[in-house]
Nanobody, 118 residues
Framework: QVQLVESGGGLVQAGGSLRLSCAAS????????MGWFRQGPGKEREFVASFAFSGSRTNYADSVKGRFSISGDNAIDTIYLQMNNLKPEDTAVYYC???????????WGQGTQVTVSS
């Protein structure tokens, strides 16, 4: 079992930046990849970015490419999401997730709110 705790959310003006963190605990040796998802008001949850610790491979949703950057530090079982040039449409609850394999997400954090004002 893996526990995930997100932090770093907040209120920011359009064009600003935030950095989210997600710390994993528990059976962290089982983690193959971690990632970020978000759910905006009245919207479905959507994929944002992922990070695989083996090789530090990353993937991004098209909507955030060039603006967001995901990174990870295996030594402290933590991933980050650097969000730059934020837009009002980025407003959402951001969730951290982890997976023991490449195609599943079986552990989730509680979420952290990101609000971007115009």
């Amino acid at each position: 079992q893996v526990q995930l705790v997100e932090s770093g959310g907040g209120l920011v003006q359009a064009g600003g930046s935030l950095r989210l963190s997600c710390a994993a605990s528990g059976r962290t040796l089982s983690i193959y990849k971690m990632g970020w998802f978000r759910q905006g008001p009245g919207k479905e949850r959507e994929f944002v970015a992922s990070f695989a610790f083996s090789g530090s491979r990353t993937n991004y949703a098209d909507s955030v490419k060039g603006r967001f950057s995901i990174s990870g530090d295996n030594a402290i079982d933590t991933i980050y999401l650097q969000m730059n040039n934020l837009k009002p449409e980025d407003t959402a609850v951001y969730y951290c997730a982890s997976s023991p394999v490449s195609t599943t997400w079986n552990s989730w954090g509680q979420g952290t709110q990101v609000t971007v004002s115009s």
